[in-house]
């Protein structure tokens, strides 16, 4: 599947199943359920609402999860690098992760041209 359209799947589920109605008893479980199936999120984690898993500027990146992770409300992780999460991590609310940054150079200054560098974030079991 083209990166595009890919986005646009996750975003949209992660939009509808990440919004404050599947915090009702019973469709906790949906939306840990979707996270599950399009993340690869362990079956034992809590994922809260408006929680955003994404990567941008056509990158493949890459994020794993372990199992047991705390993702709280409103929490940000950018995976267009890498993002490893190891078993019995948790993100409290609010929390955001990035990735990729923007470098300062003269040449992107100048002419507009934009340098994007790749990070590796591991975070460790326990975290």
Known sequence: MKYKNKQLILRFMQNFFGSKWFSY???F???????RKFFGIGP?????????LY?????SGKIVFG???LLARHVQIDYTGEVIIEDD????EGASVHSHSHEITRERLSRGQDSISLKSIHFREGC
């Open 29 to 35: 479980k949906l939306r840990a359920f979707v996270y």
């Open 55 to 59: 990567r941008t500027h056509g990158y």
């Open 67 to 69: 199992d047991r992770i």
């Open 25 to 27: 008893p019973g469709l």
């Open 89 to 92: 991590v948790w993100f409290s």
């Open 44 to 52: 034992n984690s809590i994922i809260e609402n408006d929680v955003w």
